[in-house]
């Protein structure tokens, strides 16, 4: 019959994924041991050591590490032993190139707009690359990228005048737009500020103001989401700290009415953050924090939401809590409608860069690999990470990183184009994603 040894920690098991210090095998009566990963270079494979270990290691003596058992080790990953508060080495990370058109395009803008405080994509139904782009006098135009008549918009192209308070007082301030699939409706909101109004672009009229009320918004992104359901535009916009509401964009209308409703102790004690739904509409994710602080988003089904429960997002039954992170201003992507891609990988504030990928339906983490940073996009069998050297191309379904574009680092996604695009000293330049 065959035999399991004694492992280094002491137990006859099976050998944990890690080895670990001296101080992590015996830790005595202190069981909350702050540690390092030393990455091994295998994917994200990590060995782990106590912080007096990892000083010493920089200082040229070598740590000597043993293995521990499946049980020990994974009381680290879980968090039971200790707390991870670093990352050293480097991370495997897999190339697997596919052909990649590098072509980036790049368009003059109108001259007298010298910066452009916000911009987003406006849909059209007919292919065409218009923008919606917010002047320094709060105006909105429409802006044809492939239409040179347009790079000095007429009257027709000034679609409405914004009035959402600029809140001085707080100088994290900044503008954000945020437009409906059909382009008739567009947000102009003030993320890490109090307020905000949905526009009737086809009118130019303000359908619906928004106020957050402003408890420590100073944190987070204006909460707020444009999505489709039985035939009409609504909108998700956070009205209280920790209360999100919809309202039909059209009408301004309030459609998840509930009671009591200035108790917060009805509510889920959550700041609430950026919101995100996925591709066909079905969920819609919530990077909120909660105190001491720290980050812990949440997915739930938006259908459930609109259809047979207001207290969804609050208590309802599909609400997922995903995981802890040190910070939830980090971004987040759909990956089609039933993945969502957190970027960071470790809920210490030296996140190891990379992404881990969630399923709705579970709220399992399903994947995970190291290598994507910067803003995120996703095409649905690729995924886009905006990194500070440009944009890498990687499929989240193996990890590996299938193409590069150097030196092109976009913040926008046109869904009805397929480009990625980004304002560059008075130019927007795009790229169109390649077909998978």
């Known amino acids: 019959m065959a035999t399991v040894d004694t492992l280094a920690c002491g137990h006859a098991a099976y050998a944990g994924r890690s080895r670990l210090c001296p101080h992590l095998l015996s830790p005595g009566e202190d069981d909350e041991i702050d540690y390092i990963r030393l990455l091994t270079g295998r994917g994200i494979e990590a060995d782990l050591c106590c912080e007096p270990c990892d000083l010493a290691r920089q200082q040229g003596t070598p740590v000597r590490l043993a293995v521990a058992c499946e049980g020990c080790v994974a009381s680290y990953d879980d968090a039971e032993a200790g707390s991870c508060t670093g990352w050293r080495g480097e991370p495997g990370i897999v190339d697997r ?38 002047t ?35 100088t994290k301030v900044r503008p954000r737009l945020h437009t409906s699939a059909d382009g008739r409706f567009a947000a102009v909101v003030n993320d890490f500020g109090r307020y905000g109004e949905v526009i009737d672009l086809t009118a130019g009229k303000v359908t619906l103001k928004l106020d957050n009320t402003g408890n420590r918004a100073e944190h987070v992104p204006f909460s707020l989401a444009f999505t489709e359901h039985a035939g009409r535009t609504v909108v998700v916009h956070r009205t209280s700290w920790n209360r999100l509401d ?9 459609l998840t009415a509930r009671e009591p409703a200035g108790d917060p102790a009805e509510f889920a004690g959550l700041y609430r953050g950026a919101l995100a739904v996925s591709a066909g509409g079905r969920w819609i994710a919530d990077d909120s924090w909660a105190w001491s602080p720290f980050g812990v988003p949440y997915l739930w089904d938006l259908e459930r939401w609109l259809s047979r429960d207001v207290w969804e997002s609050d208590t309802g039954a599909s609400r997922q809590w995903l995981c802890q992170r040190f910070d939830w201003n980090t971004p987040m992507r ?67 990183r299938t193409g590069r574009i150097p030196g092109f680092t976009p913040s926008h996604h046109h869904r009805g184009t397929g480009e990625l695009a980004a304002l560059t000293d008075g130019h927007l330049l795009r790229w169109r994603i390649s077909p998978h």
Do not use: C, K
């Not at 052909?99 to 007298?112: E, I, S, Y």
């Not at 347009?150 to 000034?158: D, I, K, N, V």
């Not at 990956?335 to 809920?347: E, F, K, R, V, Y």
């Open 246 to 254: 919809i309202s039909d964009a059209a009408t301004g209308r309030l």
């Open 136 to 170: 320094d006098s709060r105006w909105l135009i429409s802006f044809d990228a492939d239409n040179p008549s347009s790079r000095w918009p007429g009257p027709s192209q000034w679609l409405a005048r914004t009035r959402v308070p600029r809140e001085r007082d707080n």
């Open 334 to 400: 759909w990956i089609g409608d039933d993945l969502l891609a957190l970027s960071g990988i470790g809920d210490e504030a030296e996140a190891l860069a990379g992404v881990r990928i969630f399923d709705a339906t579970s709220g399992r983490e399903v994947q995970t690999f190291a290598g994507p940073r910067g803003a995120l996009f996703s095409s649905g069998r690729r995924l886009y990470a905006a990194g500070p050297d440009g944009l890498e191309i990687w499929d989240p379904f193996t990890g590996a």
């Open 97 to 134: 190139p596919e052909p990649v058109d590098p072509a980036v395009v790049a368009t003059r803008l109108p001259g007298f707009l010298h910066t452009v405080p916000a911009m987003a994509p406006l849909p059209t139904g007919d292919q065409r690359s218009v923008w919606l782009l917010l």
